[in-house]
């Protein structure tokens, strides 16, 4: 059985692009942890379509129902672990490197500049509302696992076998530097 990679790090960090650069490198099966939940969403009455859902009005309004019924949060991370533990994934997710005990997890790490950066060029939103965004994102994201599962997202990197700072690299530099270390753990 091949191990599962699971990529973590702040909303707009590049966790997709990496993801699916190792999944094609290692002929593994992408999925994203945020399109799982937003399907969970849509069937919760969200039109979650589209990429920058988690940026709109409604993403929010989703984000804040999920910090009152944690529900949400823990059938998408069962069924995440499942899923990872079957082996021959790429998972991006929050929360799934605390909750594995298996596998290859890396940190993608960058400065709030850059999510901003890159979340404004991806989603063609203004500076201060990507930056706002993102900020309120992660603080969200942060308080809420904290409340569930008890640890620090973000502060707490001790479960990751690589971070990686993205912040001077290009898309490609970091996948090449995730793949280099995929290839020694695998």
């Known amino acids: 059985m091949t191990k599962s990679i699971v990529i973590s790090g ?4 590049g966790k997709t692009t990496v993801a699916k650069g190792l999944a094609e490198e290692f002929s593994l099966q992408y999925l994203s942890g945020g ?5 969970m969403a849509k069937e919760q009455g969200f039109d979650s379509a589209g990429d920058d859902w988690w940026d709109t009005e409604e993403g929010m309004k989703f984000l804040n129902q999920r910090e009152k019924n944690s529900e949400f949060d823990k059938k998408l ?10 082996g021959g994934m790429v998972i991006t ?8 005990k298996d596998g290859i997890r890396i940190w993608l790490e960058g400065s709030h500049e850059s999510s901003t950066k890159r ?9 201060e509302d990507a930056y706002q965004i993102t900020k309120q994102r992660f603080d969200k994201n942060k ?10 997202f973000g502060d707490d990197k001790s479960v990751f076998d690589v971070i990686i700072n ?4 290009t ?5 090449d530097v995730a793949k280099e270390t995929v290839r020694k753990l695998l």
């Open 143 to 152: 308080a809420l696992y904290k409340k569930l599962y008890d640890f620090d």
């Open 35 to 39: 399109d799982v939940l937003k399907e």
């Open 77 to 86: 991370d069962e069924k995440l672990t499942k899923l990872f533990n079957e």
């Open 171 to 175: 898309a490609q530099q970091v996948i």
């Open 93 to 100: 997710s929050y929360t799934l490197p605390w909750l594995i």
């Open 119 to 127: 979340m404004q060029t991806r989603d063609d939103m203004s500076s």
């Open 166 to 169: 993205t912040d001077n690299l």
């Open 10 to 13: 702040p909303p707009a960090v």
